[in-house]
T-cell receptor, first 109, second 114 residues
């Protein structure tokens, strides 16, 4: 069965430091992975999807099939990056997404 | 419109009561999803509609949960005989196409069953 693991519930970094939010997955086949973000008092929204290979708000994520990982990275964290981040992949009928349990990122001044 | 709209924002129910949660997706969006999010967890899939057709209801936890989207726009999630374990945030999401691209989420309905 498809599964997404985000091993860190909480992550704190200082402003300007690099940040990496970990995501590991189990999936049979070639996965399409997503990162969703929820800022304080805002809705859950798409941050990026690996198939588009975009860099959004300075974040990137590379799919590593060997390690079955899709870690989210940013070289210089900003205070406005503080949010809850969820990794997700298709499952079941392939129309639905399975989400990880999320990582709360806090960027300290 | 302003995005996916959900009502009510908060709902308190006594155990055993029936509740109905409403979702108004973005106009023209074909796909509509319901997710349940327990405290400290990620969203978990409940059910999926393509227009008015409910194509996947594999995530509904019991036959007390029922969802409909009769005209292919507004959707209602109904929970009968609520139990304490039903307490969660219920999220609705819609997408323009058939589902795997960008999901637009509503603000959710926080259900508390006492």
């Amino acid at each position: 069965a498809q599964r997404v693991t985000q091993p860190e519930k909480l992550l704190s970094v200082f402003k300007g430091a690099p940040v990496e939010l970990k995501c590991n997955y189990s999936y049979s086949g070639s996965p399409e992975l997503f990162w969703y973000v929820q800022y304080s008092r805002q809705r859950l929204q798409l941050l990026l999807r690996h198939i588009s290979r975009e860099s959004i708000k300075g974040f990137t994520a590379d799919l590593n099939k060997g390690e079955t990982s899709f870690h989210l990275k940013k070289p210089f964290a900003q205070e406005e990056d503080s949010a809850m981040y969820y990794c997700a992949l298709p499952s079941g009928s392939a129309r639905q997404l399975t989400f990880g349990s999320g990582t709360q990122l806090t960027v300290l001044p | 419109g302003a995005g996916v709209s959900q009502s009510p924002r908060y709902k308190v129910a006594k155990r055993g009561q029936d509740v109905a949660l409403r979702c108004d997706p973005i106009s023209g969006h074909v796909s509509l999803f319901w997710y349940q999010q327990a405290l400290g967890q990620g969203p978990e899939f409940l059910t999926y509609f393509q227009n008015e057709a409910q194509l996947d209801k594999s995530g509904l936890p019991s036959d007390r949960f029922f969802a409909e989207r009769p005209e292919g726009s507004v959707s209602t999630l109904k929970i009968q005989r609520t139990q304490q374990e039903d307490s969660a945030v219920y999220l609705c999401a819609s997408s323009l196409g058939w589902g795997r691209e960008k999901l637009f989420f509503g603000s959710g309905t926080q259900l508390s069953v006492l």
